[in-house]
């Protein structure tokens, strides 16, 4: 989602499959700096609270973590940097507890609408 959110169109099978044929000319540098942005992402998240991934169920949330990974990752990935943008539990909870960001997480998560409503949302209030 991070790469090719714009081109994203149900199934996500599909979708994955299409992008991960993509990625097979990615060069090893672009392979390397990706791997590094994951890992900058996730020390940060772990610094932060490694919990607000997890639903009130305490189920771990893909829906919920893409979200804050897209929307935290998004600037540094167009510019090959690692400087993930920071944000704050506050606004964590603000898009956990947003209303339609809630409800695109919970019924027909890979339409194509919810994903883009997820994502839009969480731009908004994590920037």
Known sequence: ???????YKPSMTQFL???????????DDSLEYFQNLFQSFC???????????????GKFSITVFESIFVALCINA???QKLDIKKTTID?????????TF???SQ???????????RLRIA???LN
Do not use: H, W
């Not at 499959?17 to 060069?27: A, G």
């Not at 194509?112 to 409503?117: L, R, Y």
């Open 1 to 7: 989602m991070l790469l090719d959110s714009e081109n």
């Open 17 to 27: 499959n299409v992008f991960s044929k993509k990625s097979r000319n990615f060069k």
């Open 43 to 57: 020390d940060y998240i772990v610094e932060l609270d490694p919990s607000i991934f997890y639903s009130k169920s």
């Open 77 to 79: 990935s167009k510019t």
């Open 91 to 99: 606004k964590i909870t603000l898009l956990q507890e947003n209303e």
């Open 102 to 104: 809630n409800k695109a």
């Open 107 to 117: 019924d027909n998560t890979a339409g194509k609408a919810n994903v883009e409503t």
């Open 123 to 125: 731009k908004e209030i």
